[in-house]
């Protein structure tokens, strides 16, 4: 094949491409998912919280988690949150005003430093094994919670 590089080289490239692009994906599809549904609740909520459910996606999910009582989602979604920010980036981190930021979750402190790749190799592992029977868990707990549950008029997604 010549320049020192075997089909097997070429093949792994690929598999880690793959794995990146179904990744990037699964983390945008799933995080547009929530904050669609979490601002719909804000709306229902309050007429004018989060500028009527218009304000940053960190805004939302800050303030219906607090309202709902479930403060220990907020590190669940701010890892789901800085995930998503980065792979609009193709996986480095920039913010308008932080040079670095970190999140703690489940022990474990992830570091998103400002022009820098953020290493996502074991981000399936983290998604599948760890982060989706919390997000399971935080959705179940999000929309069975009394503040939801008892509200008289439907809640109607304006999407359907």
Request: one cysteine or more; hydrophobic letters at 40%.
């Amino acid at each position: 094949m010549g320049f020192g590089i075997g089909m097997d080289d070429v093949l792994s490239r690929y598999i880690d491409e793959l794995a990146y692009f179904l990744t990037t994906g699964f983390v945008h599809g799933l995080c547009s998912a929530i904050e669609s549904s979490f601002r719909i609740y804000v709306r229902v909520l309050s007429t004018t919280a989060c500028n009527s459910g218009n304000a940053e996606f960190i805004s939302i999910y800050t303030w219906l988690i607090k309202r709902l009582g479930l403060p220990k989602y907020l590190c669940l979604l701010n890892l789901l949150r800085q995930m998503r920010n980065t792979y609009h980036n193709n996986g480095v981190y920039y913010h308008p005003s932080k040079q670095m930021d970190t999140v703690s979750y489940r022990n474990i402190t992830y570091v998103f430093q400002s022009g820098m790749i953020v290493d996502y190799r074991d981000a399936w592992k983290l998604l599948q094994f760890k982060m989706m029977p919390d997000v399971c868990k935080m959705l179940l707990d999000v929309v069975e919670s009394t503040n939801l549950t008892n509200i008289t008029s439907s809640i109607v997604d304006p999407f359907v």
